[in-house]
Structures are given as structure tokens and as C-alpha cells.
């Protein structure tokens, strides 16, 4: 049956999609204002960053 092979490469192609996106995405990173003028610091894994408003990425070193 080629519509359920279709089918299981569709869930297979879609679990790698969820998976890159959940590890890939920075809902780890705990951003806290360690500054008034604008110091951001990540307490997840310590990235720095300048500005007003909070950082939405993760600016983790490494991998
Ligand atoms: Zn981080």
C-alpha cells in the first residue's frame, strides 16, 4: 500500500521536524536583568546580552 508508506514518511518527517524545533529552541535560557541599563544574563548558560527589552534567543557557546 503506497498511501500507508506515504503515511509513515509523513509521521517520520514530521517527529524530526518536532524534534529539531523542541532542542533546537531556547526555552531553556532564564534570562534575568542583572543591570538597570540594560544587562541581560542568561542563568541557563550564562550568555550575556545588552538592551531594554529581555532576549528571545539563546546565545549558548558551543553546541
Ligand atoms: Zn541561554
Avoid at 500500500?1 to 509523513?10: A, C, D, K, R, S
Avoid at 523542541?22 to 550568555?47: E, H, K, M
Amino acid at each position: 500500500m503506497p498511501v500507508l508508506l506515504l503515511v509513515l514518511l509523513l509521521g517520520v518527517f514530521a517527529y524530526f521536524v518536532w524534534r529539531a524545533r523542541t532542542t533546537t529552541l531556547t526555552r531553556d535560557c532564564r534570562w534575568r536583568q542583572v543591570s538597570r541599563d540594560g544587562a541581560w544574563q542568561c542563568s541557563f548558560c550564562g550568555s550575556k546580552a545588552q538592551g531594554k527589552n529581555m532576549p528571545t534567543a539563546c546565545q549558548k557557546v558551543g553546541r
